[in-house]
C-alpha cells in the first residue's frame, strides 16, 4: 500500500509540474521586466488614500500568486523597515492571513482538471482583500 501510494503521489508531482513552472516564470517575467514597479508606482496614490504603506504594494500584489516569493518580499520588507515596525507586522500578519489564490486555483483545478471555478475566484478574492485590509487596521491599532 506504501509503494502504491508513492508511485501516485510521484504521479501528481508531474501532473503538478507544469502549472508550478507557469506561474514562476509569469513571477519572474513580472518582475523581470519592470512592470511591477510600474504597478506599484500607479497603485500608490490609491494605496495611500486607503491608508496601506506605500511598502506593502509589490506583497500586496504578489501573495495571490506565490507563496515563496511573497515570503522574499516580506524579508526584504523586514531588513528594510525592520519586523517590530507597523510595515513589518503587517506584512507578518499579511503573509501569515492571506491565502495564494491564483496558485491554489492553478494547481487544483489545473490538477483536477475541473473547468468551471464557479465561485472560488470571487470568494478568494473577497477573502484576501479582506485579510489585506484586517491586517494592516488590526496593526494600526496594536
Do not use: N, W
Amino acid at each position: 500500500v506504501f509503494i502504491e501510494g508513492a508511485k501516485d503521489g510521484l504521479h501528481t508531482c508531474v501532473d503538478i509540474l507544469p502549472f508550478i513552472i507557469g506561474i514562476f516564470i509569469a513571477i519572474e517575467a513580472l518582475t523581470s521586466s519592470g512592470a511591477m514597479d510600474f504597478i506599484e508606482a500607479a497603485a500608490a496614490p490609491v494605496f495611500d488614500l486607503l491608508g496601506i504603506p506605500e511598502e506593502l504594494i509589490s506583497l500586496i500584489f504578489l501573495r495571490p500568486v506565490s507563496g515563496s516569493g511573497s515570503l522574499v518580499v516580506a524579508q526584504k520588507i523586514m531588513e528594510g523597515a525592520g519586523p517590530d515596525s507597523f510595515i513589518g507586522r503587517s506584512a507578518s500578519v499579511m503573509v501569515g492571513s492571506c491565502e495564494t489564490i491564483f496558485y491554489v486555483l492553478a494547481l487544483y483545478f489545473g490538477v483536477t482538471s475541473v473547468k468551471k471555478m464557479r465561485h472560488a475566484l470571487p470568494a478568494g478574492l473577497i477573502g484576501y482583500i479582506v485579510g489585506v485590509f484586517a491586517s494592516v487596521y488590526i496593526c494600526k491599532f496594536i
